[in-house]
C-alpha cells in the first residue's frame, strides 16, 4: 500500500496539530506536514484540496473536541453540579491528544492572527463558559456570581493545559479548588 493510500485526513490533521503545538501557526505548511509524515505534496493533495481546506478542518475538528465532545462526555451521567464541573477538567486533562498539552495554546496564538480560527475559540469559550455557569448556579450561586465563578473556573482550565505535568495538578487538587469556589459566598 502506497502513502497516499495508508495515510487518512485525520493522521494529516493530527500531524499538523502536533506541528501547531510544537512550532506556532506558521509551520502549518505542506512542505513540513509532508516532511513530518515521509511522504510527497501529492499524498496532501489526495487527501485535501488545499492547505485552507486543511485548516478549516483542523478548526472544525478542534471546536467539535473543545467544547461539544468534552460538555458531552461531562455529562453523560447523573452527576451533581460539582461532579459535573470536575467531570469536565478531568475530561480536559485527558484529552490532550491532538498536538500535545499545549495544542490549545497555540491554537490560542493562532488565533491572533486569524479571524475564523478567534471566531471558532470564542464559540467554544462560550459554551464552555455556559457550561460551567449553569453548573454554579445549579450548585446554588445566582446571579453575577455565577458568571464571574464560572470565569475563574474557566481560567483555571485553560491554565491547566499550559502547565500540563504539574504535579500539584491531581484530580483530587482540582477537586478542592472547585469545591473552595463553589462554597465561599462572595
Given at each position: 500500500?502506497?502513502?497516499?493510500?495508508?495515510?487518512?485526513?485525520?493522521?494529516?490533521?493530527?500531524?499538523?496539530?502536533r506541528?501547531?503545538?510544537?512550532?506556532?501557526?506558521?509551520?502549518?505548511?505542506?512542505d513540513l506536514?509532508?516532511q513530518?509524515?515521509?511522504?510527497?505534496?501529492?499524498?496532501?493533495?489526495?487527501?485535501?484540496?488545499?492547505?485552507?481546506a486543511?485548516?478549516?478542518?483542523?478548526?472544525?475538528?478542534?471546536?467539535?473536541?473543545?467544547?461539544?465532545?468534552?460538555?458531552?462526555?461531562?455529562?453523560?451521567?447523573?452527576?451533581?453540579?460539582?461532579?459535573?464541573?470536575i467531570?469536565?477538567?478531568?475530561?480536559?486533562?485527558?484529552?490532550?491528544?491532538?498536538?500535545?498539552?499545549?495544542?490549545?495554546?497555540?491554537?490560542?496564538?493562532?488565533?491572533?492572527?486569524?479571524?475564523?480560527?478567534q471566531?471558532?475559540?470564542?464559540?467554544?469559550?462560550?459554551e464552555?463558559?455556559?457550561?460551567?455557569?449553569?453548573?454554579?448556579?445549579?450548585?446554588?450561586?445566582?446571579?453575577g456570581?455565577?458568571?464571574?465563578?464560572a470565569?475563574?473556573?474557566?481560567?483555571?482550565?485553560?491554565?491547566?493545559?499550559?502547565?500540563?505535568?504539574?504535579?500539584?495538578?491531581?484530580?483530587?487538587?482540582?477537586a478542592?479548588?472547585?469545591?473552595?469556589?463553589?462554597?465561599?459566598?462572595?
Amino acid at each position: 500500500m502506497n502513502a497516499r493510500q495508508s495515510l487518512t485526513p485525520s493522521d494529516w490533521i493530527n500531524a499538523a496539530f502536533r506541528l501547531l503545538s510544537e512550532q506556532g501557526p506558521k509551520a502549518i505548511r505542506v512542505d513540513l506536514l509532508c516532511q513530518a509524515l515521509g511522504v510527497t505534496k501529492g499524498s496532501f493533495y489526495w487527501h485535501f484540496r488545499d492547505l485552507a481546506a486543511l485548516k478549516a478542518e483542523m478548526i472544525a475538528r478542534w471546536r467539535q473536541a473543545a467544547a461539544r465532545d468534552l460538555i458531552d462526555a461531562a455529562t453523560r451521567t447523573d452527576l451533581s453540579p460539582r461532579d459535573l464541573i470536575i467531570s469536565l477538567f478531568t475530561e480536559v486533562q485527558k484529552r490532550q491528544a491532538q498536538g500535545g498539552s499545549l495544542a490549545e495554546t497555540a491554537l490560542r496564538q493562532w488565533s491572533d492572527a486569524d479571524a475564523t480560527v478567534q471566531k471558532l475559540v470564542r464559540e467554544a469559550d462560550n459554551e464552555r463558559l455556559a457550561f460551567l455557569t449553569t453548573q454554579i448556579r445549579a450548585a446554588g450561586i445566582t446571579g453575577g456570581e455565577a458568571r464571574s465563578r464560572a470565569a475563574f473556573m474557566y481560567a483555571a482550565l485553560i491554565g491547566m493545559e499550559q502547565l500540563a505535568g504539574e504535579p500539584a495538578l491531581t484530580p483530587a487538587n482540582m477537586a478542592g479548588v472547585i469545591d473552595a469556589i463553589l462554597g465561599a459566598e462572595g
